[in-house]
């Protein structure tokens, strides 16, 4: 069975805790972090949880035995930080001021790794080997934010394990003052640390038309327009062909997040179609009342985006999921004007759409009057 038992060392003016193990190995040697709080402000961020994501946490590496018996050859002993990641934690905490109205940071401990080899009678080399990985914390899914890495070396005297305290300190310490001058740094103008959002609508255009024509209040329908192939099995003179998109840009600026959003109302020439008998002004009044639905729709889009208030956090999901439900609305009212209308054969019936549509139209600001 398995027999653990402690015991306190102290050499050279230092005290340090090993727990040793039956198994024929040397006692782990451990290490007791010294608090220093750094003399830092954090301004950007708090530190939210540490965690430890090394793939191995018995111990944080391997020291150069300071007492030999004669003609025995060196032996590295395991050394670790006494309360292991517990310590950590309570050090990086510690360390820094937490003001819970930043942003929480949480810092992953990849990889603590300390080696010696002999340099020369009573002298080792070694190194320290420190990794960390920051992120934002965000619910169940953080955000990555930054990694880091650093080797120290170093050469002392042989001696215990308690040496080497300053260049762990120094190390952890280190990371954090990395972690505080990126956030500095990053935080005007990194869109995974945006606080606020903000969203301008435009109509797109483009300066030379070209095959796609944009909806536009001095731009209606013309027959010429009609450039597509014409349907000889539809039932029906005419058909447009009237879709919604949009494109986005996105500039940084002080932690807020400014999107203009562009609006895409269109219809393709080359899908639009017409017969020779069809051309008359009311039959493509009833074309660019199509064309009026998809604006309509659009707004309709633009309105519901804003009603939901978007975040950073949420403005990508609600315009994406925003944009179908717009697509399915445009298909619903689009196919409620034709059987209404009967595609314009029920002049009643187009004639209240006409209203209908001019009405909201001006209220919108879009249009004052029919075309």
């Known amino acids: ?48 949880a540490v965690e430890d994501g090394r793939k191995d946490n018995t111990a944080i590496g391997a020291l150069q035995s300071y007492t030999l018996a004669p003609g025995k ?3 590295a002993y395991p050394v670790d930080i006494k309360d292991g990641m517990a310590a950590i934690k309570n050090f990086i905490i510690t360390s820094m001021t937490t003001d819970k109205s930043l942003r929480p940071v949480i810092i992953k ?55 080497i305290e300053p260049l762990l300190r120094s190390a952890l310490n280190n990371s954090l003052s990395y972690l505080n001058n990126w956030m500095n740094a990053q935080a005007p103008g990194n869109i995974k640390l945006a606080r606020s959002f903000k969203i301008t609508f435009k109509d797109y255009n483009e300066p030379a038309e070209g095959d796609t024509i944009y909806y536009a209040t001095n731009r209606p329908l ?5 450039k597509g192939k014409m349907q000889t099995d539809s039932r029906h003179g005419a058909e447009i062909f009237a879709g919604i998109g949009y494109e986005e840009e996105k500039k940084v600026e002080n932690a807020t997040i400014y999107l203009t959003f562009a609006m895409k109302v269109y219809a393709p020439k080359s899908a639009c179609w017409v017969s ?73 019936q187009q004639q209240m759409w006409n209203n209908r549509i001019d009405k909201e139209l001006a209220e919108l600001k879009i249009k004052t009057k029919a075309l």
């Not at 340090?16 to 003399?39: D, R």
């Not at 619910?139 to 001696?159: C, F, M, N, Q, W």
Request: hydrophobic letters at 40%; proline letters at 7%.
């Open 73 to 75: 050859p060196p032996e």
């Open 276 to 348: 020779p008998g069809t051309l008359t002004p009311y039959n493509l009044n009833h074309e660019q009342r199509h064309f009026d639905i998809a604006k309509l729709v659009a707004e309709h889009y633009k309105k519901e985006i804003l009603a939901q208030n978007p975040t950073p956090d949420s403005y990508d999901a609600i315009i994406s999921m925003g944009y179908l439900d717009a697509l399915r609305e445009m298909n619903k009212m689009q196919k409620l004007y034709d059987n209404e209308t009967a595609h314009s054969i029920n002049s009643y």
């Open 109 to 163: 401990l990849n990889d603590l790794n300390v080696s010696e080899v002999i340099a020369a009678p009573g002298v080792v080399k070694g190194e320290i080997k420190l990794s960390m990985a920051f992120y934002l914390q965000k619910g169940e899914d953080p955000i990555h934010l930054v990694d880091y890495h650093t080797t120290t070396s170093y050469r002392r005297k042989a001696g215990p394990a308690q040496q």
């Open 1 to 48: 069975m398995l027999k653990k038992f402690l015991f306190v060392i102290t050499l050279l003016g230092f005290t340090f805790w090993a727990t040793a193990f039956k198994t024929g190995s040397l006692p782990v040697a451990c290490i007791t972090l010294q608090k220093q709080p750094l003399q830092i402000t954090p301004k950007e961020f708090y530190v939210a």
């Open 222 to 226: 013309k027959w010429d327009d009609f």
